[in-house]
């Protein structure tokens, strides 16, 4: 009997053992089942906003293919004397700022809002140079950046004033054949039968005077190097204006 007895709880143990490993197991298998759903579900999640990035950045591309490029033409028509009528349109953009230059020169109203894809410039006034030909160059400007430039050169029907400059002492032939100066005073003649005339000395105005019997007189101090003179002058009964030809000349 006590042999039957240490048998029948041998066995028991072995069964309660047994039952508490499958228990176990059971739980193991049932956590395993949800990491492997967590690992399987994360990447899917992650993937659906790169998706939508990239559907957002192909179709802004598109977008971007699809617009088109602005761009402007330029019209000037003449107002009277030496003004004119400047008006720049532009394609594909209703509204921004154009900016004008004149030979390189911005005008005094630039720059002009664009309304409606037009610029109007008006009373545009320039000396008219030697050779009549005034180009015009405008840029287009949205939210402070260029999206257009355009260009345009017209031959000018106004007549130029005539305008010439000389030299007291007059200049010598220098090294190479250069007119050359010596360094000190100097007097500038400018001749024009024009009422005004102005002297630019190095590209820097020296300021206007009036002109009496054909002739303006500057009176300088210039120094050893090179020097640059231009003369421009203008006549206020017929509004038109005009520029002496540009001289190099050598201070020694």
């Known amino acids: 009997m006590k042999v039957r007895g240490v048998l029948i709880g041998a066995l028991l143990a072995a069964a309660l053992a047994a039952g508490g490993c499958s228990d176990d197991g059971a739980r193991g298998d049932a956590n395993g089942g949800d990491a492997s759903a967590d690992i399987d579900r994360d990447p899917a999640t992650d993937a659906a906003p790169d998706a939508d990035d990239a559907g957002d950045g192909a179709a802004r591309d598109a977008r971007a293919e699809n617009t088109p490029p602005v761009s402007c033409t330029i019209n000037a028509s003449a107002t009277g004397g030496s003004q004119y009528l400047v008006t720049v349109n532009v394609r594909n953009l209703q509204s921004g700022r154009v900016t004008l ?147 190099q000349y050598l201070v020694q």
């Open 101 to 247: 230059q004149v030979n390189g020169v911005p005008t005094v109203n630039s720059p002009q809002p664009l309304s409606g894809g037009v610029a109007t410039f008006s009373s545009v006034e320039f000396a008219a140079p030697a050779n009549k030909q005034v180009t015009f160059d405008a840029e287009v400007l949205a939210i402070n950046s260029t999206v257009a430039r355009c260009q345009q050169t017209i031959t000018i029907n106004v007549a130029a004033t005539p305008c010439s400059l000389s030299t007291q002492p007059a200049p010598t032939q220098g090294p190479q054949g250069r007119p050359t100066l010596p360094a000190g005073p100097l007097q500038v003649d400018v001749q024009t039968p024009g009422t005004h005339a102005e002297l630019f000395v190095n590209m820097q105005s020296q300021g206007t005077m009036p002109v009496s019997a054909g002739m303006a007189t500057f009176t300088l101090t210039i120094s050893a190097g090179p020097l640059a003179l231009q003369a421009s002058c203008s006549s206020t009964a017929t509004g038109q204006s005009g520029q002496s030809t540009p001289v």
